[in-house]
């Protein structure tokens, strides 16, 4: 195979060793996982022609992504990650490490191990991160081995470099055992607000478990179930599909006025496709208010079930922190932590296996 390699002249201000070689991750033999494929080479979660369609929140945040990754197999004894971030980022109820940081993990059949957690170098003056950010992993292990390198969740990248010594050999990485990904859709939450590393959010979780790949379009304070999304979903192949939108909804009304016309439109185009129906998980923030959006999504279960739908299913939110601690689930009373993450994940998978026939 024929491996493209970065301009020898790039430099760093830093001291690397001169023999390192650089290549294009975007480039085979590697992979990227949970981006759309746009022919600028764009790291960015939609289509770039169909931003137009979407509200400014959306267009920014397509370029914030969410936990894509960077698949390959190396049997390199060391791995230099190099990326420009597109912005500082210093949300302060969000460690820098899960809204900017990467992950790197190899992965084998059914299993991942954590190599290391890419922690961003943050600014001088303490606001935010550096833009660029650079990180020698040593990697361990003999033979070849496959790896999947995780960006940010709340934070693009417009460069990226993966560095080996000399005459590494370089190959594909490893495919998941469900190719096409499970496909979520939502809120804060869903992209991953606020893990305290990329792997840490629940849909990563869920995807871990389940050998899947994943397309994570959680977008903050943005998913409010538009229909150029529905569409855009209602195209895409996917294993299963997790609607999770409740959150970003102003009311209930408007809920009513989106979320049974977002599923049809997702059904219409894919009749079996698995689906999950999830209502928001931080409840007792306000109970009443929140009782009467779960009703709404309740019933574009019920009219599913009624019309005949057998691959469909509701998870109410308010089950998802279970019953005890269900404070220290809460970064903000909103956004889950690591612990909330855990939890969501615990109650959604055995839904997730069930659909999905393991």
């Known amino acids: 195979m024929n491996i493209e390699k970065i301009d ?26 949970g981006l759309a494929k746009n022919d600028e080479g764009s790291y960015c979660r939609l289509p770039l022609s169909m931003l137009p369609e979407c509200s ?99 934070n693009g990248v417009t460069e990226l470099l993966i560095g080996l010594p000399p005459k590494s050999r370089l190959e594909e990485g490893r495919t998941p055992a469900f190719e096409k990904p499970i496909l979520f859709y939502g809120s804060s939450i869903t992209q991953g607000g606020c893990a305290s590393k990329v792997c840490n959010a629940y849909t990563h979780v869920l995807a871990r478990r389940l050998d899947a790949a994943l397309c994570n379009l959680g977008f903050s304070g943005n998913g409010c179930g538009e229909q150029v999304m529905a569409r855009y979903i209602a195209s895409l192949p996917m294993s299963a599909f997790v609607l999770d939108y409740d959150h970003n909804a102003p009311d209930a009304a408007h809920l009513e006025a989106t979320h049974e016309r977002f599923f049809r439109i997702v059904r219409e185009a894919q ?22 959006r779960r009703a709404v999504i ?5 009219h599913a079930l009624a019309a005949g739908d057998a691959r469909v299913r509701f998870i109410d939110g308010e089950t998802l922190f279970g019953t005890t601690e269900r404070r220290d689930c809460l970064v903000d009373g909103t956004h889950p932590n690591d612990l909330g993450f855990r939890r969501m994940a615990d109650a959604i998978t055995p839904v997730l296996r069930e659909l999905l026939g393991l």
């Open 298 to 302: 309740r019933r574009t279960y019920e």
């Open 56 to 154: 400014e929140g959306v267009q920014g945040l397509a370029f914030h992504l969410a936990g894509g990754c960077v698949r390959f197999s190396t049997d390199a004894s060391q791995l230099r990650a190099v990326c420009k971030l597109r912005c500082a980022g210093h949300m302060a109820h969000f460690a820098a490490s899960g809204q900017s940081g990467l992950e790197l993990v190899e992965e084998t059949n059914g299993n991942i191990r954590a190599v290391q957690t890419l922690v961003p170098q943050l600014n001088p003056d303490g606001c935010g991160c550096a833009l660029e950010q650079s990180r020698l992993i040593e990697l361990k292990g003999e033979g070849m081995r496959s790896y999947a390198l995780y960006l940010p969740l709340y």
């Open 271 to 292: 009749p079996d496709l698995p689906i999950a129906l999830i209502s928001k998980p931080d409840f007792d923030i306000d109970p009443e208010g929140n009782a009467a």
């Open 8 to 33: 020898p002249n790039f430099k760093l201000n830093e001291s690397i060793p001169a023999d390192t070689e650089f290549f294009d991750p975007r480039r085979a033999p590697f992979s990227i996982w």
